[in-house]
């Protein structure tokens, strides 16, 4: 994520790729493994942001509670190609491949004295409430490493939880302390751009 947020979103305009009429898993269980004081910012915020354990370093981690049901969040977190409308940073969101699973899109992104192109490959599985991305490795890459997944509990009264696991490398010519300090910095304004978009139905925008 480096300089810029993970993406979050994916392309799912196929009658297949549908959020299916399955419940995610209820979320109680596990928020228990979740410490209290990332509860309470949780609750306060609606989403929070923290890292991985000492067995995946680099891994960053964020939690988001959307006032939507999960066929909805699923709706709208599959539409990669209106990741501008709440993602200031990027500039080009492209689809050039779709399957039966995902898609393969196109980013450029704009922040500061970086101009970074990179390609993304989805894959969505709506009935495990699950979504995940890497580096589509037949197209070049400005970044070394971006790889992460959504997953989705039901946190009751019509509400989502989205859990969000990630890790970005820019490359050798920044410091994996710097990146990772850069990333803990911009994800919390992503996830609540995100949950703003999401709640209200994809019409909020972050510009």
């Not at 049901?69 to 699923?74: D, E, I, K, R």
Request: proline residues 6%; contains cysteine.
């Amino acid at each position: 994520m480096a300089l810029f947020s993970v993406v979050l979103l994916l392309w799912c305009s196929a009658p297949d790729l549908a959020a299916a009429e399955v419940a995610p898993p209820p979320a109680e269980s596990y928020l228990r493994s979740i410490p209290p004081d990332l509860l309470a910012h949780l609750e306060r915020e609606r989403f929070v942001v923290f890292s991985g354990d000492a067995a995946t370093p680099g891994l960053i981690q964020g939690l988001v509670a959307f006032s939507q049901p999960y066929p909805q969040v699923w709706r709208l977190l599959a539409q990669t190609d209106r990741q501008r409308e709440y993602r200031a940073e990027l500039t080009e969101d492209t689809t050039l491949e779709r399957f039966e699973n995902g898609s393969v899109d196109r980013h450029r992104i704009s922040m500061l004295f970086i101009r970074i192109a990179y390609h993304l490959r989805y894959q969505l599985d709506p009935s495990a409430c699950h979504i995940e991305w890497s580096l589509a490795p037949n197209y070049e890459n400005d970044m070394q490493q971006i790889s992460g997944a959504w997953d989705f509990f039901d946190l009751g009264a019509n509400r989502t939880l989205g859990r969000l696991a990630t890790t970005v490398r820019l490359g050798s010519g920044m410091p994996r302390s710097m990146q990772d300090a850069i990333t803990r910095k911009n994800l919390p304004e992503t996830l609540d751009h995100v949950r703003r978009w999401v709640d209200s139905g994809g019409t909020w925008r972050a510009r």
